[in-house]
């Protein structure tokens, strides 16, 4: 269950429930822009914005509100450093957030539901909180968070459903096992193969969006031209993914990732070389894909590329 989900099944119930939302941080900080979680009158909660003593401190305080009736929306600074003051968080991370405490009100459970509908079809939409309320749009922002606060009001946007896009081009057991270790991260995940009744395309769950291709030719139609695409390439073997590198190397990712053994690889990229093939996302290129951990199965090989995406994506690794 997530945290909107939680939300509206205690609301339902006649339970009070207090919002915490991440909705600024800076440098070093437990609780990221966009964490929330939810705490209810019954003492149930949901989500986290960070985890350790700051979360539960506030945990504490949400419940304290609720138990004395006198629940108002409110911005919390939290600066993690010991010499910080009156906004010390008792952490010593040495980075600030800004929390939002936000009591939900009864006429916001449509809103939310709306929101979680949105979810349920992977359509992006824009949050928005201010002091006069929750409000959900079926447009997405420019812009994934924005946060801006005057004396008297404040205005936090998100972008909510999917940010990113992960296309794995063949869905054989390292695809299966990378779409259920990325299962519940920013990831829309799409297992892509040209191979009738495989048996691990029909048992992967995990994976929003499986298509079969008629040839892997015709790959590049099936990936939309929008930001925060991540392609990772595990076909059955390396002719297949020649067609797949071929038919998309015009494009540009945010990484592209291609599955094989450091002589196989070598062995393509001289190939291309030799041809003078004009590959457009050379610098995101990743090839062999993964970090070096020596993984040989299935899972140790998808954790090593799920380590590589989310460090590219989070801006810590690049070629």
């Known amino acids: 269950m997530n945290t909107w989900q ?77 010499d910080a003051g009156n906004n010390k968080s008792g952490m010593i991370c040495s980075g600030e957030q800004t929390l939002l405490f936000y009591p ?13 509908h949105a979810d349920a079809l992977y359509k ?12 959900f749009l079926d447009v997405a922002p420019v812009s994934d ?13 998100e972008k909510t459903g999917c940010k990113y896009y992960l296309h794995i081009i063949g869905g054989g057991h390292c695809a299966l096992a990378l779409s259920q270790l990325l299962q519940g991260t920013d990831f829309f995940i799409t297992v892509y193969d040209d ?3 495989l048996n691990t395309m029909e048992q992967n769950s995990f994976a929003h969006k499986m298509v079969m291709l008629k040839s892997y030719e015709e790959i590049s139609g099936h990936i939309p031209q929008v930001p925060g695409n991540y392609v990772v ?14 038919a998309l190397a015009q494009r540009q990712f945010e990484y592209f990732g291609v599955l094989g053994s450091a002589n196989k690889i070598s062995q393509m990229k001289s190939e291309y070389e030799n041809e003078k093939l004009d590959i457009k996302m050379q ?8 970090i070096s951990i020596h993984s040989h199965t299935p899972k140790e090989i998808a954790i090593s590329i799920a380590a590589q995406i989310i460090a590219v994506k989070n801006g810590k690794l690049s070629m």
């Open 6 to 82: 939680f939300i509206i099944e205690e609301k339902k119930k006649g339970s009070k429930v207090i919002l915490l939302y991440v909705v600024n941080s800076v440098g070093s900080s437990p609780g990221r822009q966009g964490f929330k979680m939810a705490v209810s009158s019954t003492g149930k909660m949901c989500g986290s914005i960070g985890g350790g003593i700051m979360e539960h401190k506030f945990v504490e305080m949400a419940k304290e509100e609720m138990k004395s009736g006198i629940e108002k929306i409110s911005l919390q600074k939290q600066v993690h450093h010991k």
């Open 104 to 116: 939900i009100k009864n006429e916001e459970i449509e809103t939310i539901e709306h929101l979680l």
């Open 124 to 135: 992006n939409g824009s949050l928005k909180i201010r002091n006069t309320g929750i409000q």
């Open 145 to 157: 968070f924005y946060f801006s606060q005057t004396n008297n009001d404040f205005s936090y946007i």
């Open 195 to 197: 191979r009738e009744m």
């Open 233 to 246: 390439v595990m076909t059955f073997g390396y002719r297949t993914d020649d067609k797949v590198i071929r």
């Open 283 to 290: 610098d995101n290129f990743f090839a062999p894909a993964g």
